[in-house]
């Protein structure tokens, strides 16, 4: 720790390649998780000593251009390959991971995706250009925000700060499962 030594390191998967998503930390069952996305798994490392806890291939193998989100007990992950986007919800409850529910998106954005009482938001490009809420439990789409240039966002103070690619800042305040510019 103290003198800039290697204290582990994880086997690489057979066949996979590193993503542009950064790895997020989270505690289950008392074990904290390093979670990450190749190009082809979602997959699980112990932070204590780096072995390799699960994986779990892709809905689609393609690039993953966001970080793993973990609400709840599961975790959700987006693609953003053109005309193939899909967003997944995995449920952690288990030595392995299962999916609860696929939902095609067809062209998300590589920003990232929130996850607030069960509402996931998140954005679409090219063809949509606008921001989507689902039902978390379920992948269903309960609204979508048109004419929004896709982006990332954050939460604080019961409200969605979303920032556009075009450096538009939008707030929006949650009204049943969707949102309303405020």
């Known amino acids: 720790k103290e003198t800039g030594a290697t204290l582990w390191t994880t086997p690489p998967i057979a066949a996979e390649s590193p993503t542009y998503s950064s790895p997020i930390l989270v505690e289950l069952n008392g074990q904290r998780q390093l979670i990450s996305c190749g190009n082809k798994h979602v997959f699980g490392v112990d932070a204590a000593t780096g072995a390799l806890l699960w994986k ?5 193998a393609s690039v993953i251009g966001m970080s793993p989100v973990y609400c709840e007990g599961s975790i959700y992950v987006g693609n953003t390959t053109r005309d193939l986007g899909k967003v997944f919800r995995l449920k952690l409850d288990g030595e392995a991971p299962t999916v609860a529910w696929t939902q095609d998106l ?29 039902d ?3 992948g269903e789409i309960t609204h979508t925000e048109a004419n929004m240039a896709s982006g990332s966002a954050i939460y604080a103070d019961s409200r969605f700060y979303c ?3 075009q450096g538009t800042m939008s707030l ?5 499962q969707g949102l309303q510019t405020v």
Do not use: M, Q, Y
Request: hydrophobic share 40%; charged share 20%; proline share 2%.
């Open 56 to 60: 779990h291939p892709h809905a689609i």
């Open 106 to 134: 067809t062209d998300t954005e590589c920003g990232n995706v929130l996850c607030v009482d069960g509402l996931v938001l998140g954005s679409r490009k090219r063809n949509f250009k606008e921001w989507l809420c689902l």
């Open 136 to 138: 978390a439990a379920t």
């Open 163 to 165: 920032l556009t690619v």
């Open 172 to 176: 929006h305040k949650r009204v049943g």
